[in-house]
């Protein structure tokens, strides 16, 4: 298949959606948890405050 960036756009489109469904119903364990000091929540892309 040829790229073409309306293809890209369409499943792009959707990655948003896709993470939000994937990490819904984790328990804050997995979604608060960060690696190290200003690493980044996986649900809100920013970092995590303890």
Same mark, same amino acid.
């Given at each position: 298949?040829?790229?073409? =960036? ?5 499943? !792009? #489109?959707?990655?948003? $959606?896709? =993470? ?5 119903? !984790? #328990?804050?364990?997995? $979604? ?8 980044? #929540? ?9």
């Amino acid at each position: 298949m040829k790229y073409k =960036i309306d293809n890209a756009i369409e499943v !792009l #489109s959707r990655t948003p $959606i896709v =993470i939000e469904i994937l990490l819904s119903e !984790l #328990s804050d364990n997995w $979604i608060y948890c960060d690696e190290a000091p200003d690493t980044s #929540s996986p649900l809100h892309g920013k970092a995590v405050q303890k």
